[in-house]
């Protein structure tokens, strides 16, 4: 996380007037992932699914990477309430829609 909160300092000094979005995986401990990125200021935290996306990946690639979107929004959501930083960023996911 000290990484990526670097690289978001520097994209914030670099540009003050953009926004800093960060894409994480869904799976298991995404929230707290997700917790440290807000903290290091990242204006948006989407939150990809294992299905879905735009096909750029190779399938062996993707095909057992991650949850779905739903449990790992839920994940993110509480960790950002339970430490009080949900107001201060924007949720996204992205990943196929079921019905």
């Known amino acids: 996380i000290e990484d990526l909160a670097q690289l978001i300092y520097d994209l914030k000094r670099s540009n003050p007037s953009a926004e800093v979005s960060v894409k994480l995986v869904a799976e298991s401990g995404v929230g707290v992932v997700a917790s440290g990125v807000v903290k290091a200021y990242a204006d948006h935290v989407l939150i990809s699914g294992h299905d879905g996306g735009t096909g750029a990946s190779k399938w062996t690639g993707i095909k057992s990477a991650g949850c779905p979107w739903e449990l790992g929004l839920a994940e993110t959501h509480q960790a950002l ?19």
């Open 81 to 99: 309430v339970a430490n009080d930083l949900r107001g201060r960023t924007r949720l996204q996911t992205d990943g196929s829609l079921k019905t």
